[in-house]
Protein backbone atom coordinates (compact mmCIF):
# COMPACT_ATOMS: atom_id res chain seq x y z
CA UNK A 1 0.00 0.00 0.00
CA UNK A 2 1.59 3.31 -0.94
CA UNK A 3 0.92 6.59 1.10
CA UNK A 4 -2.02 8.02 -1.33
CA UNK A 5 -3.64 4.71 -1.17
CA UNK A 6 -3.56 5.64 2.57
CA UNK A 7 -4.85 8.42 2.72
CA UNK A 8 -7.66 8.01 0.19
CA UNK A 9 -9.25 5.83 2.83
CA UNK A 10 -8.19 7.75 5.90
CA UNK A 11 -9.81 10.83 4.34
CA UNK A 12 -13.35 8.63 4.29
CA UNK A 13 -13.30 8.53 7.98
CA UNK A 14 -12.23 10.43 11.27
CA UNK A 15 -11.27 8.16 13.93
CA UNK A 16 -8.64 6.20 14.49
CA UNK A 17 -5.23 4.84 16.78
CA UNK A 18 -2.70 7.38 17.63
CA UNK A 19 0.18 5.41 18.78
CA UNK A 20 3.18 7.56 19.79
CA UNK A 21 6.45 6.51 22.05
CA UNK A 22 7.08 6.62 25.91
CA UNK A 23 10.26 7.49 27.34
CA UNK A 24 10.79 4.08 27.81
CA UNK A 25 9.90 2.88 24.23
CA UNK A 26 7.17 1.13 24.97
CA UNK A 27 3.57 2.45 22.87
CA UNK A 28 0.99 4.32 24.23
CA UNK A 29 -2.18 4.30 22.29
CA UNK A 30 -4.68 6.87 21.91
CA UNK A 31 -8.38 7.01 20.51
CA UNK A 32 -8.18 9.79 18.66
CA UNK A 33 -9.93 12.53 15.81
CA UNK A 34 -8.48 13.19 12.84
CA UNK A 35 -8.95 15.04 9.80
CA UNK A 36 -6.29 14.28 6.87
CA UNK A 37 -6.26 16.90 4.62
CA UNK A 38 -6.00 17.19 0.57
CA UNK A 39 -2.25 18.73 1.79
CA UNK A 40 -1.11 15.55 2.88
CA UNK A 41 -1.19 16.74 6.24
CA UNK A 42 -3.16 14.85 8.94
CA UNK A 43 -4.66 17.13 11.62
CA UNK A 44 -5.31 16.32 15.44
CA UNK A 45 -6.50 18.34 17.78
CA UNK A 46 -5.35 17.35 21.20
CA UNK A 47 -4.49 19.57 25.12
CA UNK A 48 -0.81 19.88 25.88
CA UNK A 49 -1.30 18.13 29.15
CA UNK A 50 -1.81 14.99 27.30
CA UNK A 51 0.65 12.23 27.39
CA UNK A 52 0.39 11.75 23.76
CA UNK A 53 1.52 15.83 23.64
CA UNK A 54 4.63 14.67 26.13
CA UNK A 55 5.74 12.18 24.45
CA UNK A 56 5.72 13.41 20.69
CA UNK A 57 7.27 16.38 22.65
CA UNK A 58 10.27 14.20 23.02
CA UNK A 59 10.16 11.98 19.85
CA UNK A 60 8.03 13.44 17.17
CA UNK A 61 7.38 10.30 15.45
CA UNK A 62 3.71 8.34 15.17
CA UNK A 63 1.55 5.89 13.68
CA UNK A 64 -1.87 6.23 12.62
CA UNK A 65 -4.44 2.95 12.64
CA UNK A 66 -7.62 3.71 10.95
CA UNK A 67 -10.16 0.81 10.37
CA UNK A 68 -13.15 0.28 8.41
CA UNK A 69 -16.43 0.10 10.38
CA UNK A 70 -16.58 -3.95 9.88
CA UNK A 71 -12.97 -3.71 11.00
CA UNK A 72 -11.27 -5.98 8.30
CA UNK A 73 -9.72 -3.02 5.90
CA UNK A 74 -7.41 -1.26 7.78
CA UNK A 75 -4.39 1.57 6.60
CA UNK A 76 -1.64 2.30 9.21
CA UNK A 77 0.75 5.62 8.28
CA UNK A 78 3.91 6.32 10.10
CA UNK A 79 4.49 9.92 10.61
CA UNK A 80 6.97 12.78 11.40
CA UNK A 81 5.08 14.92 13.54
CA UNK A 82 5.11 18.72 13.85
CA UNK A 83 3.58 20.29 16.50
CA UNK A 84 1.82 23.78 16.36
CA UNK A 85 1.99 25.97 19.31
CA UNK A 86 -0.85 26.42 22.20
CA UNK A 87 -3.71 28.46 21.69
CA UNK A 88 -2.53 31.13 23.67
CA UNK A 89 -5.49 33.44 22.21
CA UNK A 90 -8.85 33.50 20.45
CA UNK A 91 -7.34 35.52 17.60
CA UNK A 92 -4.25 33.40 16.91
CA UNK A 93 -3.01 31.34 14.49
CA UNK A 94 -3.46 28.06 16.05
CA UNK A 95 -7.08 28.72 17.19
CA UNK A 96 -7.62 29.78 14.07
CA UNK A 97 -6.39 26.21 12.91
CA UNK A 98 -8.37 24.88 15.10
CA UNK A 99 -11.80 26.52 13.72
CA UNK A 100 -10.65 24.77 10.44
CA UNK A 101 -10.09 21.35 12.13
CA UNK A 102 -13.58 21.64 13.95
CA UNK A 103 -15.26 22.85 10.81
CA UNK A 104 -14.28 19.56 9.13
CA UNK A 105 -15.27 17.40 11.50
CA UNK A 106 -18.45 18.77 12.65
CA UNK A 107 -19.04 21.64 10.04
CA UNK A 108 -20.67 25.08 11.82
CA UNK A 109 -20.39 26.00 15.28
CA UNK A 110 -22.77 28.01 17.26
CA UNK A 111 -20.20 30.12 18.83
CA UNK A 112 -17.62 30.60 17.23
CA UNK A 113 -16.00 33.15 20.32
CA UNK A 114 -17.11 30.88 22.83
CA UNK A 115 -15.17 27.74 20.89
CA UNK A 116 -12.30 29.72 20.45
CA UNK A 117 -12.10 31.04 24.31
CA UNK A 118 -12.10 27.03 25.34
CA UNK A 119 -9.79 26.13 22.89
CA UNK A 120 -7.28 28.77 24.89
CA UNK A 121 -8.48 27.77 28.39
CA UNK A 122 -8.11 23.77 27.26
CA UNK A 123 -4.27 24.78 26.31
CA UNK A 124 -5.24 22.79 22.64
CA UNK A 125 -3.18 22.64 19.67
CA UNK A 126 -2.81 20.69 16.33
CA UNK A 127 -0.57 17.68 15.75
CA UNK A 128 0.42 17.99 12.09
CA UNK A 129 1.20 14.32 10.73
CA UNK A 130 2.95 14.06 7.46
CA UNK A 131 2.96 10.44 6.45
CA UNK A 132 6.44 8.77 5.68
CA UNK A 133 5.28 5.30 5.06
CA UNK A 134 2.25 3.01 4.76
CA UNK A 135 0.68 0.13 5.32
CA UNK A 136 -2.35 -2.18 5.76
CA UNK A 137 -5.28 -4.12 4.44
CA UNK A 138 -8.18 -2.01 1.85
CA UNK A 139 -11.02 -3.71 0.06
CA UNK A 140 -11.65 -6.86 1.65
Known amino acids: MDIEQAMGFMRERHQGVLTTLRSDGRP ?7 VAGDDGVIRVSVTDS ?3 TKNLRRDPR ?14 VVDCDVELMPVAAAPDDATADALVAYYRSVMGEHEDWDEYRRAMVA ?3 LLLLLTPTHAYGMLGR
Do not use: E, M
Open 50 to 52: RAK
Open 122 to 124: DGR
Open 62 to 75: ASLHVASSDFWSYA
Open 28 to 34: QLSNITY
